[in-house]
């Protein structure tokens, strides 16, 4: 009884760890000093082989679940910036068109304008009339 006393109590610290899974998935770093301080603690003569083997799958299954929730985030961060980026091309597009349109609107203003100018500066040479007035 007493060897697993110790392997209980480690257990009972890994089992409230995992149980604020919802809240924060403890690092790496987190995991190892939760082992390193159960082993180094007054309980590690207690400890059996067996008890140790028991950790030690504890332990890689809880670096397993930190594993796996870290892919998790990465695989939802990757759709989120697939996201944004579609978005973005989006935009791209419409700021294109908005683009082309201003410039359609530029280039039929200086059509215009253009032939305003040739016609007020026909209209401004009157020895042009003169000399059409003069001809039979």
Request: aromatic share 0%.
């Amino acid at each position: 009884m007493n060897e697993s006393k110790g392997l209980n109590d480690i257990e009972k610290n890994l089992l409230e760890d995992a149980s604020l899974e919802d809240v924060s998935v403890p690092s790496h770093a987190e995991l190892l000093e939760i082992v390193q301080s159960q082993l180094e603690g007054p309980n590690i003569e207690q400890l059996s082989v067996t008890d140790l083997v028991k950790l030690e799958k504890q332990f890689n299954a809880a670096l397993t679940q930190t594993r796996s929730r870290k892919t998790q985030l990465m695989l939802e961060s990757i759709m989120g910036l697939h996201e944004k980026e579609r978005m973005l091309r989006e935009e791209k597009k419409l700021l294109q068109r908005k683009i082309r349109a201003v410039q359609d609107t530029k280039d039929r203003t200086e059509v215009v304008l253009g032939l305003i100018k040739h016609s007020n500066n026909q209209l401004a040479h009157p020895l042009q009339l003169e000399t059409l007035s003069l001809l039979p």
